[in-house]
T-cell receptor, first 114, second 111 residues
């Protein structure tokens, strides 16, 4: 089954404790991205990657890091989480066809930073 | 800077009637527009899209209209069904890059 998986689905942590949210897709997609969803703001892009070892900042990259060492995986790293990073996070992937493809989303990771 | 806006946070319609969800954008460079549907505890799923070279795209009960001069698009659902109750996100991008989403509209279809 074609899918995007994220782990963990729920996480409660404390300020400053480094964490990683994993994202994996089995569709051989080139393009992957991370979003956060906040009430009244919709989905905002954090980082995206057009292929292995190619990453770029999205709309709200501050406080986040990503890496793309393999095509299927795109982990989101919070080196020193803060309460304003409490949010619902979605990973997404798509084929890179220059404007005609749509993104497939993971189920979401609800993060609470105390 | 919200380049994509959905000004109605919620919409309630009767089963069988038409649902019209609206979306406005400010960036004239956007060339691809999408609607996503999101159920609670799930990720958004793609619903329908439209390229800026078109003004209408239809898929079953769902039709998206694009008015480039007004920088406005809308999603029509006819007839609405209770299973359509979800949050709908409008999205826009330039060449499928740096996609911007609206804040979402919660649609409730009453039986």
């Amino acid at each position: 089954e074609a899918q995007v998986t994220q782990n963990p689905r729920y996480l409660i942590t404390v300020t400053g404790k480094k964490l990683t949210v994993t994202c994996s897709q089995n569709m051989n997609h080139e393009y992957m991205s991370w979003y956060r969803q906040d009430p009244g703001l919709g989905l905002r892009q954090i980082y995206y990657s057009m292929n292995v070892e190619v990453t770029d900042k999205g709309d709200v990259p501050e406080g986040y890091k990503v890496s793309r060492k393999e095509k299927r995986n795109f982990p989101l790293i919070l080196e020193s989480p803060s309460p304003n990073q409490t949010s619902l996070y979605f990973c997404a992937s798509s084929l890179w066809t220059g404007g005609t493809d749509t993104q497939y989303f993971g189920p979401g990771t609800r993060l609470t930073v105390l | 800077d919200q380049q994509v806006k959905q000004n109605s946070p919620s919409l309630s319609v009767q089963e069988g009637r038409i649902s019209i969800l609206n979306c406005d954008y400010t960036n004239s460079m956007f060339d691809y527009f999408l609607w996503y549907k999101k159920y609670p505890a799930e990720g958004p799923t793609f619903l329908i899209s439209i390229s800026s070279i078109k003004d209408k795209n239809e898929d079953g009960r769902f039709t998206v209209f694009l008015n480039k001069s007004a920088k406005h698009l809308s999603l029509h659902i006819v007839p609405s069904q209770p299973g359509d109750s979800a949050v709908y996100f409008c999205a826009a991008s330039v060449n499928n890059n740096d996609m911007r989403f609206g804040a979402g509209t919660r649609l409730t279809v009453k039986p």
